[in-house]
């Protein structure tokens, strides 16, 4: 093994919980998390970075897992849907209906999750901006933007 | 009935499975996990037309972890599965050497890890021997087939009633292939136990997964177990057994082990049909006051070389006027593409964007408003056979729908509405949905602790099964809704047609309430405490020759604005105004609605699955190039119920999944017409042609 | 979708990574943010043998102060610039420009200098840099060199950087006083690339006319254009609206795009004619009321 080749141990904490592994060099944190760890919440939708459903938080920034290699996380926190069970985007995606199949909605959570961290979601209009990196083809969209608008205004508490 | 529906069924419960979706918990096909899983890769053709001459295998053979590279040469010999209510089943994969479109399956690989699957399936090497591919309507080579599945329809003399009418519209309308493109990958994972199949599959209907399979390796249906508890959206993609599920089956059996095949995105677009491309030529005769004297609807549309799927485009608006005189006829054109399927309202889409955009014309024309013109026209009784419809909700979607826009206060010339330099336009059409009902079994459980189970193999894409049956069964069994469970998605339970066709929620209601009414008969006559009773029930479409089953109708208002320097064209506010029939929950049946619009408006804006004029390939298969709407393109959406129950069938529900989809399009071309004075008749609407 | 079996590297300084460039140049690709990357190696358009991961690098992550502009290293994010308040007010076509890209979960991993380095002509930092007129910092192990944005952007995803050079950085230049710059692009869908773009960076000389103009399109050519005729209509001229509507005409009459199947030739000439018109308009009347 030559300068800069890194051992191919991986240790990256998940939802709190440390997680070392060995894996191929070619494993994408997604396939990692689905397929490895059982993580399955985090959705492959394209696997291109068009879709938003792998949408995961890395240091607490939102990221597409699927355009992040699993052995670029080393050291890293990574934060998933099931990491996110008190979030109150939960109960109000279920209370404004905001998903059908469901397929996207870990995707938007956590989007909306790092959202309204960000500090964007004050008008409408930037909701429907920086979540339109998350695709929903059931067409969830005004839903999704009422459960967000109500998270991020507090007036679900 | 026994008990009054009330209070749940009519209330905006909740969605039951929201808990599990909401947390990631949901288990999709793709998430379906056994120990010793293998993992399939396919390898598609890269030309639309030959044969292959050679198939290298060798060094996928040797790869790391590879189990089998499976090809025509080695496959096992396949049958063909039982057509089904929406035709044939598709061409079995891998059974010879010719290749009839581009993305046909070749090869499929089996290997330890996907990662590994995928790398050997890159060094399968394909010879051809190429043919020159038929890919245009117009080729003089293509094999028409004119009324292909025997809809065509014609009442009065429409020749002669256009030759005599005293104003006339003639145009053509195009729209463009369009992939359904559910964001859940379409996935199939399959587990032999001896000539046991089990296969987890993105359906929206296990009972045709489960006959396809059966029928194609020759094995009773019983030995078939299909599961689709939850699916990642399918919008029509779901309504047939594609190729790559009988692939996982097969190599399942070659490996001796599970398999997940999961396909690509690019895969989506050639493996899971889409809405096939019209071209459509409208004629219109009309009284100068109004009253239609003739349509004349034609279409044509590709149907894939070695496959057919029972379709229907202008047959469509066979009932949705008082018009006398109406043609309708449709051509198929065999051309090298994909396997088309079914998209959400197929051919209802198409033939309605093309009537109403023609009506549209036609009111311009007249110089009536366009929602005068259509009332003037509505179809009191079915024109197709003068019986009264079970029940008559489009007036009071027009005027509801008009006055929640706020329509009258446009002013009619086109061109004469701005909002600073951008050009505004109102526009709108009218919706007349067919009725489907298909015969559907339910059981229902009471269980000693007091708790219910519903079941049947039905599945729930995210139109809300889970959750209408619950309030449903709650009523039915006077218990509180957390004390009834539904079970879907599994050919083991009472067999239920597909989620397709928006005939899915009266045919379960129906079985549901039959299956309930049975149980609470046992039960009245005494049982064994300590065990439980189960009950179940059926429902089919009622055979009636006095009233003709309504579908759902429906208004649709759309405003948009045009930048007259850009062509940019942005729609601002949508309003829908539908009746549905009994609205089981006005929450859920609104998001189908409001998704519905949601896919109506990228059909109308951006929508266009893209071939290669040379090669037939499909350039944008991704979510990249093939653009859906995405959040920030979409509007205020709003959605008004008119109407009650339908007295057709107990329940009176119509089904709302489709309807919302089908206005959208002609309302945004009649829109821009009126904000531009621009006539568009091919769909998308793309802004260069605003210009 | 899976790449290619590659070695995958993870230096931790600079010297390293370019030691590691230098042995497997042609057989490597750089990663930093992956977002250009990672989708072409999932479905295997880029094939590399050995991947070099720069994200562990030290000292690449932090936008710097240096003499008489900003240096932006290759490890800084997009999301950091279009954030920062001193990079927002040096040079607010920056965040006008970011807030275009894609979308914020891309922003949040994508890096300013991966998108300079993948050089897609329809992508929007190309073309602000150029309009820039920002400096390539580019280093190999036989050294490094200095290359204006101008000359750095070649061809489609082609630039000037050898196979075993590494963008470790752009510098931009203050810009001189009585300068104001504007950026407008459209897409028919949010988020997505641009069927066109402009970015101008226009100096007043005192009497208001204008003394220095970079005037650059994308979506018109293989590399960001820079729009030469249009420039010279404005030069010495007061951006009046004459003035502009011949810098209109100029930039539609000087691109000659290719249509693809988002938008046709003629279409993408029109728009960069009404884009190059906004962008000057807005910088016209800011200039006016400064």
């Known amino acids: 093994m030559g300068p800069g080749v890194r051992e191919p141990t991986t240790t990256v904490t998940v939802n709190g919980a440390r997680l070392v592994a060995n894996l191929d060099a070619r494993v994408t944190l997604l396939d990692a998390l689905r397929d490895r760890f059982g993580l399955t919440g985090t959705k492959k939708g394209c696997d291109q970075g068009t879709c938003g459903s792998c949408t995961v938080l890395v240091d607490g920034r939102r990221v597409l897992s699927c355009l992040t290699l699993f052995a670029q996380c080393d050291g890293r926190q990574v934060t998933t849907i099931e990491g996110l069970a008190d979030h109150p985007l939960r109960a109000a995606f279920i209370k404004h209906d905001a998903f059908q199949c469901g397929y996207c909605t870990p995707g938007q959570i956590v989007s909306a999750a790092a959202l309204i961290r960000e500090g964007r979601a004050g008008r409408d209009e930037d909701i429907r901006e920086y979540m339109s990196g998350n695709l929903c083809r059931c067409g969830a969209y005004p839903r999704i933007l009422a459960a967000i608008r109500e998270v991020a205004s507090g007036a679900h508490a | ?691 | ?290």
């Open chain 2, 1 to 691: 009935m026994t008990r009054t529906l009330a209070p749940l069924v009519g209330a905006a419960l909740d969605r039951v499975d929201g808990a599990r979706k909401v947390a990631g918990a949901a288990p999709y096909p793709n998430d379906v996990r056994y120990p010793d899983l293998a993992y399939a890769a396919l390898v598609r053709a890269t030309i639309s037309a030959g044969r292959v001459s050679g198939i290298e295998t060798e060094g996928a053979e040797g790869a790391p972890g590879v189990l089998t590279v499976i090809t025509h040469l080695t496959a096992p010999r396949l049958s063909r599965g039982p057509a089904t209510s929406i035709g044939p089943q598709p061409t079995p994969p891998l059974q010879g050497d010719r290749v009839d479109y581009d993305g046909q399956y070749l090869a499929v690989v089996v290997a330890g890890t996907r990662e590994q699957a995928v790398a050997a399936a890159d060094l399968v090497e394909v010879r051809y021997e190429v043919d020159e591919p038929v890919l245009r309507t117009e080729d003089p080579r293509a094999e028409r087939e004119e009324n292909p599945w025997h809809f065509d329809t014609t009442r009065g003399d429409p020749a002669g009633a256009l030759r005599t009418a005293e104003v006339r519209v003639d145009s053509t309308y195009t729209t463009p292939h369009l992939t359904n493109n559910p964001l859940g990958p379409f996935t199939t994972v399959a587990r032999w136990d001896g000539d046991d199949l089990t296969v987890h599959d993105s359906t929206q209907h296990t009972a045709n997964t489960r006959s396809a399979l059966a029928g194609v390796f020759g094995i009773p249906e019983e030995r078939v177990r299909v599961l689709a508890p939850f699916v990642g959206g399918g919008f029509g993609a779901g309504l047939r057994s594609w190729p790559h599920v009988t692939v996982a089956a097969m190599a399942a059996r070659v490996v001796g082990r599970p398999v997940a095949l999961e396909l690509t995105r690019p895969e989506m677009f050639t493996g899971t049909g889409g809405r096939p491309s019209t071209v459509q030529r409208i004629r219109l005769g009309s009284t100068v006051d109004g009253r239609l004297v003739a349509i004349d609807h034609h279409a044509e549309y590709p149907a894939a070389m070695d496959d057919a799927v029972r379709y229907r485009v202008t047959p469509r608006g066979a009932g949705a006027y008082a018009c006398p005189n109406f043609a309708a006829r449709d051509v198929q054109v065999r051309l090298n593409v994909p396997p088309t399927g079914h998209m959400r309202a197929p051919g209802t889409a198409e033939g309605l964007f093309a009537l109403e955009c023609a009506l549209d014309e036609l009111a311009f024309r007249l110089d009536i408003d366009p929602v005068d013109l259509r009332l003037r026209n509505v179809a009191e009784v079915d024109p197709e056979n003068g019986r009264p419809w079970t029940t008559t909700g489009l007036r009071e979607c027009y005027r509801v729908g008009a006055e929640r826009f706020g329509w009258y206060g446009r002013s009619p010339a086109p061109c004469s509405m701005r909002d600073g330099h951008r050009m505004v336009g109102y526009g709108m059409a009218g919706v007349t949905f067919g009725w489907t009902m298909m015969p559907c079994r339910a059981a229902a459980t009471l269980h000693p602790d007091g708790t219910a189970t519903i079941a049947t193999s039905a599945t729930d894409i995210g139109t809300g099964t889970y959750t209408i049956l619950t309030q449903l069964a709650a009523d039915l069994l006077d218990l509180p809704p957390d004390w009834v469970r539904v079970e879907l998605g599994d050919t083991r339970l009472p067999k239920a047609p597909a989620a397709g066709g928006s005939g899915l929620t009266a045919a379960v209601t129906n079985a549901v309430q039959d299956a309930c009414r049975n149980l609470l008969e046992i039960v009245r006559n005494g049982h064994p405490r300590g065990t439980d009773v189960r009950a179940e029930g059926a429902s089919a479409p009622p055979e009636r020759e006095d009233v003709a089953p309504s579908g759902a109708f429906a208004a649709v208002f759309a405003e948009v604005r045009v930048d007259p320097d850009l062509g940019e064209l942005r729609v601002v506010r949508l309003v829908t105004a539908v009746d549905g029939g009994r609205i089981m929950n006005p929450k859920l049946a609104a998001s189908q609605i409001i998704g519905g619009t949601v896919g109506g408006l990228g059909m109308a804006l951006m929508e266009r699955t893209t071939p290669d004029p040379g090669s037939g390939r499909i350039m944008n298969a991704n979510l990249g190039d093939y653009l859906v709407p995405v959040h920030a393109d979409v509007p205020d959406v709003d959605v008004l119920f008119v109407g009650g129950p339908d007295p057709l069938t107990p329940m009176g529900v119509k089904g709302v999944g489709e309807v919302g989809v089908v206005g959208v399009a002609p309302a945004v071309a009649n829109a821009v017409h009126h904000a531009t004075g621009r006539r568009l008749r091919a769909l998308p609407l793309t802004v260069e042609n605003l210009l």
């Open chain 3, 1 to 290: 979708m899976k790449p290619r079996p590659f070695t995958y590297l993870a230096p931790t300084s600079v010297d390293e990574a370019l030691a590691a460039l230098a042995e497997h140049s042609f057989d490597a690709k750089v990663l930093a943010g992956g977002q250009s990357l990672a989708p072409l190696l999932n479905f295997r358009m880029a094939s590399p043998e050995y991947l070099i991961d720069i994200n562990d690098v030290a000292g690449l992550d932090r936008v710097r102060r240096v003499d008489g502009g900003w240096h932006i290293p290759a490890l800084v994010r997009q999301r950091t610039v279009e954030r920062s308040p001193e990079l927002r007010a040096a040079f607010p076509l920056l965040p006008a420009a970011l807030e275009q890209v894609a979308h914020p979960q891309i922003r949040n991993r994508g890096t300013v200098c991966g998108s300079l380095a993948h050089a897609d002509p329809a992508a929007e930092l190309p073309t602000v840099m150029t309009a820039l007129d920002a400096t390539m910092r580019v280093a190999s192990v036989r050294g490094e060199r200095e290359v204006p944005a101008e000359e750095f952007f070649q061809f489609h995803f082609t630039t000037s950087l050898e196979d075993d050079e590494l963008l470790v950085g752009v510098t931009v230049d203050d810009l001189p006083p009585a300068t104001s710059t504007g950026f407008a692009e459209f897409a028919p869908r949010h988020g997505d690339f641009a069927l066109a773009a402009v970015a101008g960076v226009v100096t007043r000389a005192s009497d208001g006319a204008v003394g220095a103009v970079r005037l650059v399109a994308s979506g018109v050519a293989a590399r960001p254009q820079r729009l030469t005729a249009a420039e010279k209509v404005l030069l010495g001229q007061r951006p009046t609206p004459d003035v502009v509507g011949a810098a209109e005409r100029a930039a539609r009459g000087e691109v000659d795009p290719t249509g693809d199947i988002h938008a046709s030739a003629d279409y993408r000439r029109h728009l960069v004619g009404v884009l190059a018109r906004r962008v000057l308009t807005t910088i016209a009347e800011e200039g006016d009321h400064a």
